[in-house]
């Protein structure tokens, strides 16, 4: 076993609100991990804490041997973890080409001028965008602007990826083409965490899941077995 994300003991306070209650789970080299749970779980603030949006208030995180949960977020970003966001974060004025290159200086080794333009258009490439790098990104829609959103998170060239719902709000045609994509990304050894409520993305893309209710984990381990779990149905219905 390659335990690539070691998560120990995460606890997150806002106040008096545990949001995060002494999570651990570790995720390997290459595996897509479901992390799911009804609204108000801890999902978001736990991928906040992986990102460094936010500090922990116990516990740790280590990305391949090592601690990152100290870390500022350019440093986490640094380190190779990069995310989308639920609700698509774009510079609407600029093109999708620049949108792309402006991630690119946050690449462990920056890229700048015709290097970057190249990279740019690579990964529009890789995310179905091929040609359309000279429109403006308020043009594009919102799947397109959910590939471009990708395209900039695969910009860091990251060695973790943080997919915080990516695929809500798309129709079953579109939701078909993400999961196509995520599944791209799988297939190049990419190293995954899908927080999402479609559960038939989760059983097409993760081997292994891991549930939390009101801040704590209640399951973990193969997706079917999870998903069939009495404990995470009720959790569930009761959201
Ligand atoms: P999920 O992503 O699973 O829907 P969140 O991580 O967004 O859950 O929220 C977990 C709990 O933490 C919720 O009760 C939410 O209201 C609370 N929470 C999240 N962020 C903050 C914050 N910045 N300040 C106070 N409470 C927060």
Known sequence: MNQFLEIKGLTKQFGGLTAVNDVSFSVDAGEVAALLGPNGSGKTTLLNMISGALAPTRGTIALGGETISSLPPHQIARHGVARTFQLVRILPSLTVAENVIAALAFRPSPLWGSA??????????????????????????????????????????????????????????????????????????????????????????????????????????PTADVLADPAVIAAYLGD
Not at 190 to 217: D, P, S, W
């Open 116 to 221: 970057a333009r190249d990279q740019a258009h690579a990964l529009l490439a890789q995310v179905g965008l091929a040609d359309r790098g000279g429109e403006h990104a308020d043009d594009l829609t919102y799947i397109d602007q959910k590939r471009m959103e990708l395209a900039r998170a695969l910009a860091a060239e990251p060695r973790l990826l943080l997919l915080d719902e990516w695929l809500s709000g798309l129709n079953p045609t579109e939701l078909r083409v993400g999961i196509d994509l995520i599944l791209s990304l799988r297939d190049r050894g990419m190293t995954i965490i899908l927080v999402e409520h479609i559960m038939e993305a989760v059983r097409a893309l993760c081997g292994r899941a891991v549930v939390m209710n009101v801040g704590t984990k209640i399951a973990e381990g």
